[in-house]
Each structure stands twice: as C-alpha cells, then as structure tokens.
C-alpha cells in the first residue's frame, strides 16, 4: 500500500483512489467526504479567478476578493481533515486491538477507545461544519460568476453538500459507541440535523441559480 507515512495530500489522484479501493480502512469515506469538500473549495477559488477583473464583475471586486480568500481557507482546512480523518480513525483501529488479558488490560483498552471514537466523531463533524461553509461559498459565487463557468459553481455546491452529508454519515456511525456522558453525543445530532437541512437547501438555491444561468438567452 505505499509508505504509510505518506499524506493523502502528496498522492497522485491514481494512488489515492488505489487507496481508497484496497481492503484497508484507513483512509476510508470519512477522508473523501473531506477531499470532496476541499474540490468543491478548489472550484469556488476556479470560478473567482475566472470573475476577477472583467468589466460584468467591478461592483462586485471585494466580495470576489472575499470569496477567494475563504475558498482558499477551506480548501486547506478540508485538506488537513482529511489526514485527521485518517489518523483519527487509525486510533479507534489500534485501540480495538490493544491487549484485553487482564482487568487492568480491558480498562485501558477501553479508555483508549473511548477517547478515540470520541476524536472519530468530532473529526467528521467540523469536516460537515467546513464543508457547508463551502456550500455557501458556492451559493454565494453562483449569481456573480462568470456566466460561462456556471457549472463549475453548481459542481462546487453538489461536491460542497455531498461533502456535508457524507461527514454526517461518519458522524452518526460513531455516536453509538461514544460513553453516555460524552456531551458529543447530545449535541452531535442537533447539530447534524442543521446542516443536512442548511446544505439541502443551499444546493437547491444554488443550482437554481446555475440552471438559469447556463439556460440560453
């Protein structure tokens, strides 16, 4: 499987599928739903670079500034989630197969699991979090745009909301095995039902928009 110590962010586009198509957990759908979000970032960042300094786009200068800035910013921070991911889910890996002989042996092991499934959980909640950032981005950018890289804003949204609802996923696998005072666990599902609702709705704006946008005059 390649050097371990490789980041996902260093592989080719052929080696990460490799990975992500072999039998190994780890990097698994936690990690694409991050990498999604992070393209649909890229694509954001596409689209204002294509909008900047055309005579259609001078009243709207600043909030293009603006739009790339955050798209940037979240393109890397989604980037970085991605390689949590991965590491967060190796913890709840090795903690699963820690030594259960003993009693002092099933203590620890449960300790280290409690806390690693804690970090599977919160992992994936701010990659949701980031990625319905991203969502707006493309909400935001889809009216502005250049006409002619409209569907790139509407992939944008489509990979931005794909990211959100596949993070939930994770999310909500892992909250079954997170202790019964572990504040996560209350405040997880209110919060993930948020932003399925804010990022199904956002997508619906905004390939509205892209489809009236790349309807022919």
């Keep these: 499987m390649g050097d371990p110590t490789t980041t996902l962010s260093e592989l080719s586009v052929r080696e990460l599928t490799a990975r992500l198509a072999s039998s190994e957990p780890i990097p698994g759908g936690g990690s694409a739903a991050a990498l999604a979000g992070a393209m649909g970032a890229a694509l954001v960042s596409m689209v204002v670079q294509l909008t900047v300094g055309r ?21 890397s921070a989604l980037l970085d989630l991605a390689e949590e991911d991965a590491v967060a889910y190796a913890a709840v890996v090795r903690a699963r197969h820690l030594p259960k002989e003993s009693e002092a042996d099933r203590e620890a092991r449960a ?8 970090e599977a959980a919160r992992v994936p909640l701010r990659t949701a979090e980031v990625a319905a950032e991203v969502l707006g981005l493309a909400h935001a950018i889809a009216p502005i745009g250049n ?16 990211s959100v609802r596949g993070a939930l996923l994770n999310v909500r696998i892992n909250l079954p095995y997170l202790a019964a005072d572990e504040p996560l666990r209350t405040s997880a599902p209110i919060d993930a039902a948020r932003l399925e609702r804010l990022a199904s709705e956002q997508e619906r704006e905004t390939l509205e928009v892209v489809g009236a946008r790349i309807e022919p005059s």
């Design 147 to 162: 006409r002619n890289a409209a569907s790139d804003a509407g992939v944008a949204a489509q990979l931005a909301a794909s």
């Design 111 to 118: 300790r280290a699991l409690r806390t690693a499934m804690v």
């Design 55 to 75: 005579p259609d786009a001078a009243d709207h200068r600043d909030t293009l500034r603006d739009l790339g800035d955050a798209a940037t910013q979240r393109m």
